[in-house]
C-alpha cells in the first residue's frame, strides 16, 4: 500500500508544473499571477500537515492516509470541473490539503516502521514517487497540455489507494505518543531542520513547477514536448532513490545531503545555459533525490518523538508559499534564466543550513 500511496504522492505533486502554461493562457496571467496557483497549493500542504500532525493526532496513520486519499480526490474533481480562476484556486488548495495530509501520514509511518533499515526502505519505496512525477507530465505531454485527463487518472488512482488503505493493518504507534528529549538546544537542532527542509522543498517544487516554463520560453517549444522532456528530471530522480538506498545505509545523513545539495546547485546554474538545461535539470533531479528521505529519518533520529516531524512538515511546505511569487517576479523582471538562478540560490542557502546542522550534532553528541 505505500508503493501506492508514494506513486499517488508523485503524480500529484507535479502536476500543476505542465498545467501552467495551459492555465495562464486559459486565465490570461503572467507568470506572477500563475505563482498564485502554486502558493495555494502548496499552502494547502502546510495546513494539511498541520491538521495530520495536531488536529487529527489522536487517528492513527492508516486513518490519517485515508483522509488525506479523500481530500486529494475532492481536490482533482475540483480542477477538472472549476469553472473560473477562484474556483481553480480554491481545488488547487484543497489538492494540496490532501497532499500535506498524505505526505506527513505516510512519509512518518514508514520512517518508524523498519528500525535501522529506515533510511534505506524509504528511499526504496518512496522511488514509486518519482515513478509517478515521471508519468505526470508525460500525461499531461500526450495529452497537448490538457491537465484534466491525468487529474482524472490521479482521482482514479485515489480511489484505489483508499479501498486498500481499508484493508491495511494500522502500523506503529504514532511518534507524538513518543518521549521527546528535554534539551533547550533541541529547538535551536528543530528550527535548523525546519529551514533545511523549507529550502530543499522549494528547489524540488521549484524545479518540478516552472521547468516546463522556462524549456518553452529558452528553447523555443510547446508546452506538450517541453513536458515531455521535463519528465527526465523525475526519471533521474526516481534513479537516484534507487541509488541512494544502499548509500544511504553507508554514509552518514549530513554528509550525503551536503554532497547532494552541493551537485544540485552546480546542476541547477547550468541549467541557466538553455541547451545545457534539459541535461542539467535531468541531473539536478538525481542529486536531489535522497534529501528529502535521508533527511527524515536523520530528523526522527536526532529529533525522536514530539511534534518535530509536523513542525519540520509544514515548515517545509511554507517554502513554495514563500518562494513561487519569488521565482515569478524574478522570472517577469529578469527573464527566464532567472528561475534556475533563483533556485540554485536556495540550494546553496539548504547547503549552509545542512552543514551547519551536522556540525552542531556532532559537537552535541560529544
Not at 529547538?187 to 528547489?203: H, N
Not at 536523520?298 to 511546505?317: E, I, K, N, S
Not at 515569478?328 to 527573464?335: E, I, P, Y
Request: charged share 5%; glycine share 10%; proline share 6%.
Amino acid at each position: 500500500m505505500a508503493l501506492a500511496g508514494f506513486l499517488l504522492q508523485g503524480l500529484i505533486y507535479p502536476i500543476l508544473n505542465p498545467t501552467l502554461p495551459t492555465l495562464s493562457a486559459q486565465f490570461h496571467l503572467k507568470a506572477t499571477g500563475a505563482s498564485v496557483l502554486l502558493s495555494a497549493n502548496a499552502a494547502g500542504a502546510v495546513v494539511g500537515v498541520v491538521l495530520a500532525g495536531v488536529v487529527f493526532r489522536r487517528l492513527s496513520f492508516q486513518q490519517q492516509c485515508v483522509v488525506a486519499v479523500c481530500l486529494i480526490i475532492l481536490g482533482c474533481l475540483g480542477m477538472v470541473t472549476a469553472p473560473n480562476f477562484v474556483l481553480t484556486l480554491m481545488a488547487s488548495a484543497l489538492l494540496g490539503l490532501g497532499f500535506g495530509m498524505l505526505d506527513l501520514a505516510l512519509n512518518v509511518w514508514v520512517s518508524l516502521s523498519y528500525g535501522a533499515s529506515s533510511a534505506s526502505m524509504l528511499n526504496l519505496l518512496s522511488a514509486s514517487f518519482g515513478v509517478g512525477a515521471v508519468l505526470a507530465p508525460l500525461f499531461v505531454g500526450l495529452s497537448n497540455g490538457n491537465f484534466r485527463p491525468p487529474l482524472l487518472g490521479c482521482a482514479s488512482l485515489a480511489a484505489l489507494v483508499f479501498v486498500g488503505l481499508l484493508f491495511t493493518p494500522s502500523g506503529p504507534r504514532r511518534q507524538d505518543e513518543m518521549t521527546t528529549p528535554g534539551k533547550a538546544r533541541s529547538r535551536w537542532f528543530l528550527a535548523g531542520f525546519i529551514l533545511l527542509f523549507l529550502a530543499y522543498v522549494t528547489v524540488e517544487g521549484g524545479v518540478g513547477s516552472w521547468e516546463v516554463s522556462h524549456l518553452r520560453d529558452t528553447l523555443g517549444l510547446n508546452t506538450g514536448t517541453a513536458a515531455k522532456i521535463s519528465a527526465w528530471f523525475w526519471v533521474s530522480f526516481t534513479l537516484g532513490r534507487l541509488i541512494s538506498a544502499p548509500l544511504a545505509s553507508r554514509l552518514p545523513p549530513a554528509h550525503l545531503i551536503s554532497c547532494t545539495l552541493a551537485l544540485a546547485a552546480l546542476c541547477l546554474a547550468g541549467a541557466s545555459v538553455p541547451t545545457a538545461a534539459p541535461v542539467a535539470y535531468a541531473l539536478t533531479g538525481l542529486f536531489l533525490a535522497p534529501i528529502f528521505t535521508t533527511g527524515l529519518v536523520w530528523l526522527t533520529r536526532a529529533l525522536p518523538g514530539g511534534a518535530a516531524p509536523t513542525l519540520v512538515f509544514a515548515g517545509a511546505f511554507v517554502g513554495p508559499v514563500l518562494f513561487a511569487p519569488v521565482i515569478g517576479v524574478a522570472r517577469d523582471t529578469f527573464g527566464p534564466e532567472a528561475i534556475p538562478l533563483t533556485l540554485m540560490a536556495v540550494a546553496l542557502l539548504a547547503l549552509v543550513i545542512a552543514v551547519g546542522l551536522g556540525w552542531g550534532l556532532r559537537r552535541a553528541a560529544v
